[in-house]
């Protein structure tokens, strides 16, 4: 899944400095909290702080958490790691390619999104499946390479070779 915002709402999200004390109140105590209205604005945000959870809930991870499966995140800006994306693209690009009538004409526009979608093969898939498998494989192998190659030390040495100081 990627990181939409329609698909990152939290569950209990905790509030922060720009909330108001009342929403920082109103938290705290349906977090078992106990918290006032009179208590400093800084005093709320650092109870905020000790007790809101380590990770963020998303509702849509507990949604399908309740059907018996798990949610996995895509790094942002990496759509080539999902393969609905790139079968969505191949739609799109039938679709494109064989659309003779006006641009988006109602009717027309649906029955060859339906042509495309039809056209769609569990070959094709496989074959998508099998390229964001390798991508990511050798997108993975790459950072561990480059975390090795940084995590390497460089060393200098400033000392002279020779005694001689007449290089100028």
Same mark, same amino acid.
């Given at each position: 899944?990627?990181? !939409?915002?329609? @698909? *990152? #709402?939290?569950?209990?999200?905790?509030?922060?400095?720009?909330?108001?004390? *009342?929403? +920082? #109140?109103?938290?705290?105590?349906?977090?078992?909290?106990?918290?006032?209205?009179?208590? +400093?604005?800084?005093?709320?945000?650092?109870?905020?702080?000790? @007790?809101?959870?380590?990770?963020?809930?998303?509702?849509?991870?507990?949604?399908? =958490? =309740?059907?018996?499966?798990?949610?996995?995140?895509?790094?942002?800006? @990496?759509?080539?790691?999902?393969?609905?994306?790139?079968?969505?693209?191949?739609?799109?690009? @039938? !679709?494109?390619?064989?659309?003779?009538?006006?641009?988006?004409?109602?009717?027309?526009?649906? !029955?060859? +999104?339906?042509?495309?979608?039809?056209?769609?093969?569990?070959?094709?898939?496989?074959?998508? #499946?099998?390229?964001?498998?390798?991508?990511?494989?050798?997108?993975?192998?790459?950072?561990?390479?480059?975390?090795?190659?940084?995590? *390497?030390? +460089?060393?200098?040495? #400033?000392?002279?070779?020779?005694?001689?100081?007449?290089?100028?």
């Amino acid at each position: 899944m990627d990181n !939409a915002p329609y @698909h *990152s #709402v939290q569950v209990n999200k905790p509030p922060n400095q720009s909330n108001r004390k *009342s929403e +920082l #109140v109103k938290w705290l105590s349906e977090n078992r909290v106990t918290a006032d209205i009179t208590m +400093l604005k800084t005093e709320l945000i650092a109870l905020v702080l000790r @007790h809101k959870p380590p990770t963020p809930t998303y509702a849509l991870d507990e949604m399908v =958490k =309740k059907k018996g499966h798990q949610v996995l995140r895509l790094p942002p800006y @990496h759509c080539q790691y999902n393969a609905i994306e790139l079968i969505w693209a191949q739609i799109k690009g @039938h !679709a494109a390619r064989n659309n003779t009538s006006p641009p988006f004409a109602g009717n027309s526009m649906l !029955a060859l +999104l339906q042509d495309a979608i039809n056209n769609v093969q569990p070959e094709d898939w496989s074959k998508i #499946v099998n390229k964001t498998e390798r991508d990511i494989m050798s997108d993975w192998d790459r950072d561990i390479h480059i975390d090795n190659i940084m995590e *390497s030390s +460089l060393i200098i040495s #400033v000392t002279d070779s020779d005694d001689d100081v007449t290089d100028y």
